[in-house]
């Protein structure tokens, strides 16, 4: 490769090692190892409160690890408050409505996009989200509140991707959503994984994760009780079963 061409450019790779983490007494993490490479997509799956929404949690700072290391490209990063975890390339979508509901889908878009200073060739701005989402662009000056389920949905998801993330962890997200929006949910995702977003996913709607990812983890009560490829598991009785999963 010529100078001029420059060095290519590692992908990026977030490891969660043998985090522990507790709520009070509760020893809720025990345990999780994973790890999520840009490009992508890896389904974090489990029951009720097998402990994926946790591990989100104490992956961006938002709760304490006991013990064990969250390691973004060689460098630990456990416990960093979540804008620097967003300045560093990681964007967290939350599960539930957590849109700022009195402002306007305008001004919750103008909030991210001023959050975070990185560039990068394919930048994400206003237009580029309103052409993902154009739904959006009609609903510029209404408060975000008065969103349907699958409308906050998308303003979260925008709100995310203006902050030109590398690494993007979804918590849920097709949570109440209509078949029809979980469908678009999937287009959505395969079209960031093809442009080389890292996807880290937590879904109770395993069919949908299995069919989006390319690895998946299990997780049982705080522990990873088997990692594999996703069109493994889609192909195991015994998986499906335990997931709760009924193949047609």
Not at 29 to 47: F, K, M, W, Y
Not at 163 to 178: H, K, R, S, Y
Request: net charge positive; proline share 4%.
């Amino acid at each position: 490769m010529s100078s001029r061409e420059g060095k290519v450019r590692r992908p990026r790779e977030l490891l969660i090692r043998d985090i522990h983490a507790y709520y009070g007494l509760s020893h809720v993490l025990q345990g999780v190892s994973l790890a999520i490479r840009e490009g992508e997509t890896v389904a974090i799956l489990g029951r009720n409160g097998a402990g994926k929404t946790t591990t989100m949690r104490a992956v961006m700072g938002l709760m304490p690890v006991r013990s064990g290391d969250v390691v973004l490209d060689g460098r630990v990063v456990t416990g960093r408050p979540p804008y620097e975890l967003c300045r560093a390339g990681i964007a967290f979508v939350p599960s539930g409505r957590r849109v700022f509901g009195s402002l306007s889908v305008a001004q919750n878009l103008e909030l991210a996009s001023r959050s975070v200073k990185r560039r990068t060739a394919s930048a994400w701005d206003r237009e580029r989200v309103e052409a993902l989402f154009p739904a959006l662009a009609g609903l510029r000056n209404r408060p975000a509140g008065f969103l349907s389920g699958g409308e906050q949905q998308m303003l979260k998801l925008a709100r995310a991707l203006l902050t030109n993330p590398d690494i993007l962890l979804l918590d849920e997200p097709t949570e109440g959503l209509a078949p029809t929006v979980v469908q678009d949910m999937g287009r959505w995702l395969r079209g960031l994984r093809d442009e080389g977003l890292g996807i880290l996913l937590a879904e109770q709607n395993a069919v949908f994760a299995l069919h989006l990812a390319q690895r998946c983890y299990v997780l049982e009560k705080g522990l990873i009780r088997a990692e594999q490829p996703a069109g493994e598991l889609l192909k195991s009785e015994e998986g499906l079963r335990y997931l709760g999963v009924a193949r047609r």
